[in-house]
């Protein structure tokens, strides 16, 4: 029981602790360097890298490529490449889904 008592003086969190507590307290094998903390999560940022709006803009023009890619691949092969752009944003007209004879 003396060995397992004695454990948490090991693992001791003293980053809110000044000197004088610490020493109080009999736990100075505890203390870390600055800059090398008890854990949490590793890398883990305050803020994005870059604005939001700017990665909102950027994630809706990826998926519109990847949609239009994905519509010319699966497209009939009469099918032009400015007829597919139409279906993708939504302004054709029935005539122009059609296949032409």
């Known amino acids: 029981m003396g060995g397992g008592n004695e454990e948490w003086r090991k693992n001791a969190d003293t980053t809110k602790m000044?000197?004088?507590q610490v020493k109080a307290a009999g736990v100075e094998g505890s203390?870390?360097?600055?800059?090398h903390g008890p854990g949490g999560v590793l890398h883990q940022r305050?803020?994005?890298p870059f604005?939001?709006?700017?990665?909102?803009?950027?994630?809706?023009l990826l998926t519109g490529a990847i949609g239009y890619s994905v519509l010319y691949t699966r497209k009939k092969p009469e099918a032009s490449a400015k007829d597919v752009a139409k279906v993708s944003v939504g302004v054709a007209n029935p005539e122009e889904t059609r296949p032409r004879k």
């Open 18 to 20: 000044t000197p004088e």
């Open 31 to 35: 203390m870390r360097p600055p800059g």
């Open 46 to 48: 305050k803020s994005l």
């Open 51 to 60: 604005s939001f709006p700017a990665m909102a803009i950027g994630g809706l």
